[in-house]
T-cell receptor, first 115, second 116 residues
Framework: NAGVTQTPKFQVLKTGQSMTLQCAQDMNHEYMSWYRQDPGMGLRLIHYSVGAGITDQGEVPNGYNVSRSTTEDFPLRLLSAAPSQTSVYFCASSYSGLGGTGELFFGEGSRLTVL | AQKVTQAQTEISVVEKEDVTLDCVYETRDTTYYLFWYKQPPSGELVFLIR??????QNEISGRYSWNFQKSTSSFNFTITASQVVDSAVYFCALSAPALNDYKLSFGAGTTVTVRA
């Protein structure tokens, strides 16, 4: 069972470079999201999608872009990386909203360092 | 607005001791859901429990138990007879579907270290 797959697991960037974190799920989940984890702050929602073609901002969206062209994939793009984006990024998916089935399935995380 | 506070940053115990993790939440919604997740040293996030705001029954699952008290807005988590494998970061989280059915608000996490 693949579940939620994130790539790459580790990445080092220089300030100003761009990159895409990939996320794919094979559970036919409508809802997908990206969180970032920083020490002492827990996880914070960056962007989310409730279905193909539909995305919305979370609480810390600045500096990140997303798109959802298929149900399976939800890439996160950093257009011009900044040191403040050094973090661990988690992709998550669920069958329905949290008031429904209630469980988010998380990927293994991607550790990004911006120098 | 919704907020989760985990006041304990780190807890260190000796194996077989009990450990209780505190979680205090804030929300204006009457319908909400509370979660606990475990993040072991390997880094993945493991779902432990979800509780809705209308169910205040305590829950026990093996060595894990949860105490939900709406009167004090708390959803505390106890590990009984702790083991080294319980060493992890534990996150409490809250969702309020009326505001946003898709956002989990996480606490800062509590790092539990169980020493042999």
């Amino acid at each position: 069972n693949a579940g939620v797959t994130q790539t790459p697991k580790f990445q080092v960037l220089k300030t100003g470079q761009s990159m895409t974190l990939q996320c794919a799920q094979d559970m036919n989940h409508e809802y997908m999201s990206w969180y970032r984890q920083d020490p002492g702050m827990g996880l914070r929602l960056i962007h989310y999608s409730v279905g193909a073609g539909i995305t919305d901002q979370g609480e810390v969206p600045n500096g990140y872009n997303v798109s959802r062209s298929t149900t399976e994939d939800f890439p996160l793009r950093l257009l011009s990386a900044a040191p403040s984006q050094t973090s661990v990024y988690f992709c998550a998916s669920s069958y329905s909203g949290l008031g429904g089935t209630g469980e988010l399935f998380f990927g293994e995380g991607s550790r990004l360092t911006v120098l | 607005a919704q907020k989760v506070t985990q006041a304990q940053t780190e807890i260190s115990v000796v194996e077989k001791e009990d450990v209780t993790l505190d979680c205090v939440y804030e929300t204006r919604d009457t319908t909400y859901y509370l979660f606990w997740y475990k993040q072991p040293p390997s880094g993945e996030l493991v779902f432990l429990i979800r509780r809705n705001s209308f169910d205040e029954q305590n829950e026990i699952s093996g060595r894990y138990s949860w105490n939900f008290q709406k009167s004090t807005s708390s959803f505390n988590f106890t590990i009984t007879a702790s083991q080294v494998v319980d060493s992890a970061v534990y996150f409490c989280a809250l969702s309020a579907p009326a505001l946003n059915d898709y956002k989990l608000s996480f606490g800062a996490g509590t790092t539990v270290t169980v020493r042999a």
